[in-house]
């Protein structure tokens, strides 16, 4: 069976998750689309000139919606990393004003390609711009999905386990509700060395809550020292991506809709090839409950403002 991925926005995000794509030989046709049509035309001459030395081959097309009507998935890297860098709130809601009513155009393009795969998406805010692709687009809100908490859960696996010096891949648990800075670690969901964290947090002498906000706010760490941030997202998206195409059925903590809360955010799901199959319900404590549905009120309340006003900028 043919694999058929398309990546839309060709910026550091979107060309990272691109070559990784190519260079792990992940699908048979690669769609790359972007404005900068200098660009992806470069990046594709790019890929095609690495293909002799790499033991896959990838076929490309550019900037052809066309492309997408029997694709198996799309990913969403649009933005515009200006607006953060310009930010020193490190609120991720500053791309905003740009993407919704870029995310709602090229939803619209989807839709006319007659794609009918998973939509995966990237673009910040990405709980509310996952929100209107699926609104847009008209897909079943079990094939759109956003990367979420599944690259803030892995900043979080890296902390602990930085402080207990084992493999992060050690450390199980979520991250959940918005990517974004209402985001909280769900202790207890975390378990390391065959135990609860909140059990090892006193023996080990860990700062759970200095650990939480580590995980908040790496992602500007990274930002503030190189300008973006490429490869961590671009690892989730891919591993995410795979998922899909390998019908794995893996537990992950991406940002679907939630009916009981009304939104999209991060939740554990079980992912496969029909996208969200299966959600989870966690047992929570109800200090984390309630975190859980600030999260959902925000997403929401930005999601209807666009709503409102169709999705673009006054």
Known sequence: MTRKIGVIGMGSVGSTVAHYIVSGGFADDLVLIDVNEKKVKADALDFEDAMANLPTHTNIAVNDYGELADADIVISAIGKLQLQR??????????????QKAAASVAGKIKDSGFNGILIVITNPVDAITSIYQAVTGLPKKHVIGTGTLLDSSRMKRAVAKKLDIDPRSVSGYNLGEHGNSQFTAWSTVRVLGKPITELAVKEGLDLDQIDEDARMDGFVVF?????????????????????????????????????????LSYPAIVGRDGIIQQLQLDLTDEELDKLQNCANIIKEKFEESKENNFATE
């Open 86 to 99: 310009d930010n020193p709130s490190n609120d991720r809601f500053i791309e905003y004003p740009f993407t």
């Open 224 to 264: 503030r020292g190189k300008g973006y941030t490429n490869y961590a997202i671009a690892s989730a998206a891919v591993r995410l991506a795979n998922v899909v195409l390998n019908d794995a059925k893996t537990e992950l903590p991406v940002s679907n809709y939630r009916e009981e809360l009304d939104s999209y």
